[in-house]
T-cell receptor, first 113, second 113 residues
Framework: GQQLNQSPQSMFIQEGEDVSMNCTSS?????WLWYKQEPGEGPVLLIA?????ELTSNGRLTAQFGITRKDSFLNISASIPSDVGIYFC?????????????FGKGTKLSVKP | NAGVMQNPRHLVRRRGQEARLRCSPM?????VYWYRQLPEEGLKFMVY????????ESGMPKERFSAEFPKEGPSILRIQQVVRGDSAAYFC???????????FGQGTRLTVV
C-alpha cells in the first residue's frame, strides 16, 4: 500500500532555532496536510497544500508541496517551548472516492528553553 | 462553530464486551473518517462514511468492527467482543467535501482489560 516516509523521527533543539522536517512518498498525492498532535489530544491541522509547488505560511510555519507531488516539507522558524509535540504529514490521494488520509509516522519535536 | 466532538474521551471495557464510540462532525460537514492510533505511531485509516453510506472501509477489520453514519445523529464506531489488541486511541475527523482538509476530534481512548 501507499506509504509516507517522514523524517527525522525526533528532534531535540534549543529555543530560537529553526526546524525542518519532510515527507516523501513513491505515490502522487492530490493534497498534503501537516498536523500537530500534543499528548492526549487529537491532531490539529496546521497547513493544507493543494497545488504542486505551492508554498504556504501560517505564522512561523512554512510548508511546501513538492513539484512532483510526491513530497512536502515543513519549516518552523524561531522555535518556542510550545512548539513541542508530534508533527505528522498526511497525504490524500486523488480520484474516485479515496477521501482518506495516509499519515507519516511523525516527527517528535522537543524544545529546550 | 463547535469542532468535531467525540465521546466518551476514555472508555474501559472488559474482554468480550462491546465498545461504542461516537462522533459528531463539525456543522456543515457530511464526510466522516475514523482512524486508529497506537502509542508512538501515526494514525491508520479505518473507514470513510458519508451520511447513510459507507464509502471506503478498506482499513477496518472485517470481523467485530462496524461503522455507521445515520441520517440523524452522530457517527458510531462499534467494536464487538473486544480484545486487548483493540486498546488504542480512536480518532474521528470530518470534512465538508472529499478533497478538502479534515478536522479531528480529541479522540476516544479505549482500554480493554
Amino acid at each position: 500500500g501507499q506509504q509516507l516516509n517522514q523524517s527525522p523521527q525526533s528532534m531535540f533543539i534549543q529555543e530560537g532555532e529553526d526546524v525542518s522536517m519532510n515527507c516523501t512518498s513513491s505515490s502522487i498525492f492530490n493534497t498534503w496536510l501537516w498536523y500537530k498532535q500534543e499528548p492526549g489530544e487529537g491532531p490539529v491541522l496546521l497547513i493544507a497544500l493543494y497545488k504542486a509547488g505551492e508554498l504556504t505560511s501560517n505564522g512561523r510555519l512554512t510548508a511546501q508541496f513538492g513539484i512532483t507531488r510526491k513530497d512536502s516539507f515543513l519549516n518552523i522558524s524561531a522555535s518556542i517551548p510550545s512548539d513541542v509535540g508530534i508533527y505528522f504529514c498526511a497525504g490524500q490521494l486523488g480520484g474516485g472516492s479515496q477521501g482518506n488520509l495516509i499519515f507519516g509516522k511523525g516527527t517528535k519535536l522537543s524544545v529546550k528553553p | 462553530n463547535a469542532g468535531v466532538m467525540q465521546n466518551p474521551r476514555h472508555l474501559v471495557r472488559r474482554r468480550g464486551q462491546e465498545a461504542r464510540l461516537r462522533c459528531s462532525p463539525m456543522k456543515g460537514h457530511s464526510h466522516v473518517y475514523w482512524y486508529r492510533q497506537l502509542p508512538e505511531e501515526g494514525l491508520k485509516f479505518m473507514v470513510y462514511l458519508q451520511k447513510e453510506n459507507i464509502i471506503d472501509e478498506s482499513g477496518m477489520p472485517k470481523e467485530r468492527f462496524s461503522a455507521e453514519f445515520p441520517k440523524e445523529g452522530p457517527s458510531i464506531l462499534r467494536i464487538q467482543q473486544v480484545v486487548r489488541g483493540d486498546s488504542a486511541a480512536y480518532f474521528c475527523a470530518s470534512s465538508p467535501g472529499v478533497h478538502t482538509e479534515a478536522f479531528f476530534g480529541q479522540g476516544t481512548r479505549l482500554t480493554v482489560v
